[in-house]
T-cell receptor, first 111, second 112 residues
Framework: EPEVTQTPSHQVTQMGQEVILRCVPI?????FYWYRQILGQKVEFLVS????????KSEIFDDQFSVERPDGSNFTLKIRSTKLEDSAMYFC?????????FGPGTRLTVT | GQQLNQSPQSMFIQEGEDVSMNCTSS?????WLWYKQDPGEGPVLLIA?????ELTSNGRLTAQFGITRKDSFLNISASIPSDVGIYFC????????????FGTGTRLTIIP
């Protein structure tokens, strides 16, 4: 069964450093999403992406964040200058019809 | 912003018992989904509901889309150890973008 994959599974970085989180969505899906989950809390929407552009973003997704689909298979989330409060699980999701399927997540730890 | 409140926050049950949890909102959602999350993993889709009043089953799971479009419930019958985890409801308010608003989660623990 096709699935969303994410790399790395765990990323440790120092405050102020740039990180790139990578996702490979399900191959025939056209809508892509990033969500985050701070430890012990609910999953929160960050951004949605369709037709090579952002379709919606939340107030969490400020100028430090960007997304890109650099080729036909990868979907990336970049955080330009990480802050301690960016520590969280980051989930990529993709959608073909009405249902979103999530990847296993990247645990980002900012020290 | 839109909020989804789930109850109960946590449940402690014995294997074989039935489970019921629900999700309520002050605003309307057009699609309701239920996900299960195991520790350190991503949410896994269990059931999706698209029409007000719809009742859908997936094995031992049954979920309903409330008639007011402001609530949904999930039932699990005859619980087994692998049912342990956190259950999240999620709603879609606007067609097109389909961003998910997640509930606060219900943590299910099975007592041996």
């Amino acid at each position: 069964e096709p699935e969303v994959t994410q790399t790395p599974s765990h990323q440790v970085t120092q405050m102020g450093q740039e990180v790139i989180l990578r996702c490979v969505p399900i191959s025939n899906h056209l809508y892509f999403y990033w969500y985050r989950q701070i430890l012990g809390q609910k999953v929160e929407f960050l951004v949605s992406f369709y037709n090579n552009e952002i379709s919606e973003k939340s107030e969490i997704f400020d100028d430090q964040f960007s997304v890109e689909r650099p080729d036909g298979s990868n979907f990336t989330l970049k955080i330009r200058s990480t802050k301690l409060e960016d520590s969280a699980m980051y989930f990529c999701a993709s959608r073909g019809g009405s249902e979103q399927y999530f990847g296993p997540g990247t645990r980002l730890t900012v020290t | 912003g839109q909020q989804l409140n789930q109850s109960p926050q946590s449940m402690f049950i014995q294997e074989g018992e039935d489970v019921s949890m629900n999700c309520t909102s002050s605003s309307i959602f057009n699609t309701w989904l239920w996900y299960k999350q195991d520790p350190g993993e991503g949410p896994v889709l269990l059931i999706a509901l698209y029409k007000a009043g719809e009742l859908t089953s997936n094995g031992r799971l049954t979920a309903q889309f409330g008639i007011t479009r402001k609530d949904s419930f999930l039932n699990i019958s005859a619980s087994i150890p692998s049912d342990v985890g956190i259950y999240f409801c999620a709603g879609v308010a606007n067609f097109g973008n389909e961003k998910l608003t997640f509930g606060t989660g219900t943590r299910l623990t099975i007592i041996p």
